[in-house]
């Protein structure tokens, strides 16, 4: 999406069809009121440059609307805006106090989109394949994002310094599941009166981060991917990413209990790591930690990094594990850089041709973009699992 800041002014680009719709702006003021039935169409560009207050009808909406100011706007009211696309410029960021969807893309040009860190009831909530460009450390979501079936999507949560974002693994009808990030110690959050502190753990062997956490919400089974970085101090907890593993508060039992990992990929100082399949309802906040080495080394086959030039000239086109008959009853999946799950074969045979057989990811028809990727090769056989990454090149 083009990076735009609109001249126009709301008024002038809406003003004729929201007095026939029953719904208006306040002049001198500085908010917009919808009261009435509104549509953006297909193709059309609408700036917003002051405060939407949304107590009508604003959900069917095609085109663009953007959110333009050098200071701070606000969405509030009764009813839910949802937009296909989104556009977000504004200095001192845009501040949600209702829930707001979108249906296509979100793209972050400058400043957060902000919402109550203490209030699970307002948030930005992508609906299936939505996505979004452009966040980074300098703009992204500070407080609570959502995904309605979720299927890879990355919600660019962050604490505005930073994008620490959350990865949804799993696709599942009409369920919402909803994240924030915090970069508190658990033992002493400033968001929650509860405290959870990182010596009440299950497992004596598992070491708990006290830098930062993550409040994840919903009610069916989901895999997760987190980033960590310089701030995360893992280092503090493990000497080798290989023993980090997903960490959560069971509300149940009141203490900490490993949540295990799939895959963990990068160095002590960045990387990402993907959870098993938990239910996120079960556990009052998530963070890294660290357990006895989860990986084991291989003896039925050699396997390394890999690079690929998926190009049908012959040479490097597919992804071929050598002695890979040696272990038939396998699983391989590959991760992009972000821990979106693009691929995942049973009974993997050496066919993986650098595209994607998952629904929804991008390019998966014409094939993956050119990077890193990681993968697990899992042995069912013998429970042992292997990781490492492979370089696409076109």
Sequence with gaps: MKNRYPKHNIFTTLLFGLV????????????FHNFGDLKIHENANVGFHLDLTDDGIFD???????????SQLTISGDSHPVFNDMEVFTQNGLFLNTWVGVRNNINFISGDIITPKSNTESYLLFYQNAFATIADDSTHINGYAAVLNGNGTRL?????????????????????????????????????????????????????????FWKVTGELPVELTLNWNSF???GNISDTIERLVLVGWNRAQQQWVNLGATLASGDLDSGILTSDVFVPNDYEILTLGSAPEILEPFSALELDNYFMTPNNDGV???????????????????FDRYGIKVYEKEGYSNEFDGRSNREGA?????????????????????????????????
């Design 60 to 70: 069917d909406n095609q085109g663009l609307m953007g959110f333009y100011s050098d």
């Design 316 to 334: 490097n086109d597919f992804l071929v594990i050598d002695g890979i008959e040696n272990a038939p009853n396998n699983t391989l999946t590959i």
């Design 20 to 31: 026939l719709l029953g719904s208006f702006p306040l002049f001198g003021q500085t908010a």
């Design 156 to 212: 660019p949560t962050g604490d505005g310094n930073q994008n620490k974002a959350i990865s949804i693994g799993a696709g599942i009808d009409d369920v919402i599941t909803q994240g924030a990030y915090f970069s508190e110690n658990p033992n002493f959050p400033r968001t929650f009166a509860e405290t959870f502190s990182t010596d009440n753990i299950a497992d004596p062997e598992v070491q708990i981060n006290t830098t930062e």
């Design 232 to 234: 995360s101090a893992v």
């Design 362 to 394: 991008i390019n998966g028809d014409s094939g993956l973009a050119a990077g890193i990727y990681y993968y697990i090769f899992h042995d069912k056989g013998t429970g042992q699992k292997f990781q490492g990454y492979l370089y696409l090149a076109n």
